[in-house]
Nanobody, 119 residues
Framework: QVQLVESGGGLVQAGGSLTLSCAAA????????MSWYRRAPGKQRELVAV???????NYADSVKGRFAISRDNAKNTVYLQMNSLKPEDTAVYYC?????????????WGQGTQVTVSS
């Protein structure tokens, strides 16, 4: 059994900063890529950032230069540092991790954390 637990969401003013955390717990053999998605009201789910097991990163154009994804492999945790936040960043943020538990790789999702940016 594997569970991803998210934390760090909240309400901030435009231009402020916020850091999200997501920790994987359970019987884990290995963790491959980890990523952050978000879903704003009335919009489809959007991939925000990805980090590979080796530390390579990719970002959506809308957050490039403002957000930074990182990971702590010893803790099976992924972070999203969000700077210069804009009202359009308001969304529920979900972490995702590709994890090998026994003999198969599966994608696991966090419960989601609300980020609200006021103008």
């Amino acid at each position: 059994q594997v569970q991803l637990v998210e934390s760090g969401g909240g309400l901030v003013q435009a231009g402020g900063s916020l850091t999200l955390s997501c920790a994987a717990a359970g019987s884990i053999f290995s963790v491959n890529a980890m990523s952050w998605y978000r879903r704003a009201p009335g919009k489809q789910r959007e991939l925000v950032a990805v980090i590979t097991s080796g530390g390579s990163t990719n970002y959506a154009d809308s957050v490039k230069g403002r957000f930074a994804i990182s990971r702590d492999n010893a803790k099976n945790t992924v972070y999203l540092q969000m700077n210069s936040l804009k009202p359009e960043d308001t969304a529920v943020y979900y972490c995702n991790a590709r994890i090998q538990v026994t003999v198969r790789l599966n994608d696991y999702w966090g419960q989601g954390t609300q980020v609200t940016v006021s103008s």
